[in-house]
């Protein structure tokens, strides 16, 4: 129940995040946001942690942050593989919804999905 929660989480935060940014970050319905974000919750399954093993080095110099990256890495590949109807233009907006979603994600389950566990 908690991963469907997750999921439309990040549906909504992909279609606020294509409503502000415009050009650079476009979702073409909330439909193809929660297929984005179901792509995205099995490439973070499958793909993130051997990105994780493979960067440990980096990762641990910069204290953890490079996690951000390897997230826009995932968010890059998820762009691929939904083809037009989920289009982030670079690296730097990948980046940039990275570091979004992990903040509203850490908020939202601090708040709200930390009081019905």
């Known amino acids: 129940m908690r991963w469907l929660i997750g999921i439309v989480i990040n ?3 992909f279609t606020a995040i294509a409503g502000y940014f415009g050009e650079a970050f476009y979702v ?3 439909g193809a946001a929660l ?3 179901f792509v995205l919750s099995i490439l973070n399954v499958l793909v993130r942690p051997i990105l994780i093993i493979l960067t440990l080095p980096v990762t641990v110099l910069t204290l953890g942050l490079f996690l951000f990256v390897v997230n826009a890495i995932t968010i890059m590949i998820t762009d691929q593989v939904m083809g037009s109807s989920f289009e ?3 690296f730097g907006m990948a980046l940039l919804t990275a570091v979004i979603m992990a903040l509203v994600n850490l908020i939202i ?5 930390k009081k019905e566990a």
């Open 11 to 13: 549906a909504i935060l």
């Open 35 to 37: 297929a984005a974000s």
């Open 109 to 113: 389950q601090s708040t709200i999905l």
């Open 28 to 30: 073409t319905s909330f």
């Open 88 to 90: 982030i233009q670079g």
